[in-house]
């Protein structure tokens, strides 16, 4: 020990000033504690003593209708609240700044990525906290630091390539916090971790509701992976309770809810009556969708579905959806919005940028002439392909007054599996796919391209979901006859690392988390219950 570290002179660690029963457990940094200040602090605490033993019920009511669906009963549209579907309302006037929607750019909440959607040309960027973004500690706090600098568009980057900064014109910021089954460790309130969603939001609209009202705008939400009308019910409590905490106008925050569960597709109008005040429409977040339906219909060999990329936008349960959720909206007044197409442009090779950019088109072609009244895109390089669709399909702001009277989406519409095939090919690509991003997840990046296709935590679901329903449906096959079965999925394992080695090079994959996330993904596979999402065992590994 030198002369000048006495045992009493050591510095410790700076803490943040939290209220009383508040901890946070996170790395301390100067920058980080203009974010998690006090009072901030106090705000997000009073949100989990006010709403988490519900946010805890609900999930529990998840489990037990899950157990309802596994006994054999399909899902219906709600007895109980037949007279709120048949009665003619509609929700609340929408703000003029989310009358046009044509197109939204997402991404998670990365400072360039920021500037760069916020820049993007498209009408609204949505600053994701959920499928794209991978809740590292640093990410959450950092993503809440960038959006506040946004807000106020102080925001601003300079990299040896090049200085970043707002335009004058900008897309419309919402916010997607996590959805209600994740957890933030890192905030203690009372000796229990608090939810994702009431620390992303409470932290946002803290920071944020008065300076977006000032600049006459508003907090925007999109709310993820809700599964019933009593959900979207207890987002509705918590607005109303943050409003009237910073003494905000009623109905001034807007919400548009991801309809991306099987569950919650048989409760749109549920949804919408519930949030009517604070509603922004839904959206038919078509991934976790697919995701929900092998969740929730599970081991029934009548929904086992066919190779990942079959599953496509016009699978009789993917189309009887999407139009449903349009016809529900047009009817309430309010948007439906559209999904993300997964092709991305792709760099050095033209012909296959072309193709790739056409199917984002006729995707977005088809949306467009369904009745949507705007989409999503990955890329700034897909805004002008999808806004062109829309400009010249949609010259009004919105097409609300499209009420596709012509449709009749029934319940067994909504679960009707298509026809199609699963091959060996298809069970390596899940594998090989769910394995890097899973591995990316795991070292804090939540969205990543791969074989020129977004993946997020959404995909990355469909993929190990996939893998478990042919693993555990009794009697299937691959289209060649072969049983699928563990020995088989497990013999095809090494192959897929070998192959993803050779892709990324033997140094980044013995530095990186690869094998990690294999042995993740078999728990995931193998495991006899479905596991609920893939992001709660990875959050334990995340560092
Ligand atoms: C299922 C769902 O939930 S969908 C919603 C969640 N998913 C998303 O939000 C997808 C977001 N997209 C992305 O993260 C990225 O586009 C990826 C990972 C798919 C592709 O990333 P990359 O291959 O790195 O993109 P690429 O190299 O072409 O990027 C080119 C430029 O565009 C920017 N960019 C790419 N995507 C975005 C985006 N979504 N928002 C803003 N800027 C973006 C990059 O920052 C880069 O900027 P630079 O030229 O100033 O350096
Ligand atoms: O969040 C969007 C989705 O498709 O999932
Ligand atoms: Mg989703």
Redesign the pocket.
Known sequence: MSLFTEPHAVATAPKYRTPERVKITGTYSPEFAEILTPSALAFVAELHRRFDQTRRQLLARREERQQELEAGVLPDFLMGTRLIREKPWTVAPLPEDLLDRRVE????V?R??????MN?GAKV??A?L???NSPTWSNVVEGQRNLRDAVRRTISLA?P??E?KLNEKTAVLMVRPRGWHLLEKHMLVDGEPVSGSLFDFGLYFFHNAHELCSRGTAPYFYL?KIESYLEARLWNDVFGFAQWSLKMPKCTIKATVLI?TLPAAFELNEILWELREHSAGLNC????YIFSYIKRLGLKPDFRLPNRAEVTMSVPFMAAYSQLVIQTCHRRGVHAMG??AAQ??I?NDLEANEAALEKVRLDKVREARNGHDGT??????LVPVALAVFDELMPQPNQIENKRDDLHVSAADLVKAPEGSISEEGLKLNIDVAVQYIESWLRGNG???IYNL??????AEISRAQVWQWLNTPGTTLQDGRPVTVELYRSLVPGQLEKIKALVGEEAFEQGRYKEAARLFDHLVTSKKFIEFLTVPAYDQLT
Do not use: L
Not at 376 to 381: D, I, S, Y
């Open positions: 750019i997402t991404g998670p990365e360039k990525m920021i500037i760069n959607a993007s960027f949505m994701d959920e499928d794209s990299t390539q090049k970043y993820p991306e977040g078509r991934w976790d999904g993300m991305i442009p760099k999503w895109v990955a890329h700034p390089g969205c990543v391209p977004m993946e997020d935590a959404a995909t």
